[in-house]
């Protein structure tokens, strides 16, 4: 059914939603984001399911948002860039609204986008040796849609911080401003997010899904958080530094503002 996802379930109400683009370090393109949007709502319709597990194979957790995916928004017009940029909204929607926890299992490092997925996800729960990164400036390119969850989950100070310098941070950094619930060795990464699914599979569901939602509820953003953000990421793509930035990267070259 999915190219680029795997979508998993057990007799012990347990999902696992698995990105399986290794060859690309889970770089998440258009396909990747409809899948893992319709992972995500197969998920919530499972009675079957009551705690997903987001997880990956290989190496790396995710590289974020796939640069030739990128690269093809800049070429694009107007309206085409604003489904795109739609397209990743959705996809973090869609994990956020989920009415049954999510759990990351984070074996390995993640950058740009692949923080947003673990911005949405309930639990974060990641191997000591993983790195993590908001490297968008550094090629051009602003942390747009991925920035209101981002912000909601680690503070304007931290995000700022991270965004603006575009550093990288450790696992045990990334428990201190709460992106990570709890950074072990590698080999206790699955009895770790067995313990925390323990834990949500003895709650009520319908409790657990209620709360979701009320936590959601709550919040404070701007009302049009999501519509600025894709507005924000259109008018990144329509730049020249995102035009150079992507450039150079395919070039193998360093952008201007990275030069002497």
Known sequence: MF?????????????????????????VDARMMDEITEAARLAARDPAIRVLILSSS???FCAGGDLGWMRDQIEADGPSRATEARRLAGMLEALDRLPKPLVAQVQGS???????LLSVCDIVVAVD?????????????IPATIAPYVLARIGEPAARRL??????????????????????????LA??????V????????GA?????????????????????????????????????????????????????
């Open 129 to 141: 040796t993983a790195v993590f990164a908001l490297t968008e400036t550094r090629l051009g390119l």
């Open 3 to 27: 190219q680029t996802v795997t979508l998993q379930s057990d007799p012990t109400g347990v999902g696992r939603l698995t990105l399986n683009r290794p060859e690309h370090h889970h770089a």
């Open 208 to 260: 657990v899904a209620e709360t979701k939602a009320l936590l959601r509820s709550l919040r404070h953003p701007v009302p049009d958080a999501v519509e600025r953000s894709v507005a924000a990421l259109v008018a990144r793509w329509e730049s020249d530094e995102a035009r150079e930035g992507v450039s150079a990267f395919f070039a193998r070259r360093d952008p201007p503002w990275r030069s002497g």
């Open 191 to 196: 009895d770790a997010v067995e313990e925390e």
């Open 198 to 205: 323990a834990l949500l599979l003895a709650c009520a569901p």
């Open 110 to 116: 993640a950058f740009g986008g692949g923080v947003g």
């Open 58 to 60: 290989g190496p790396t």
């Open 163 to 188: 965004m603006l310098s575009a550093r990288r941070i450790t696992a045990s950094e990334a428990a201190s401003l709460s992106l990570v619930a709890r950074a072990v060795p590698p080999e206790r």
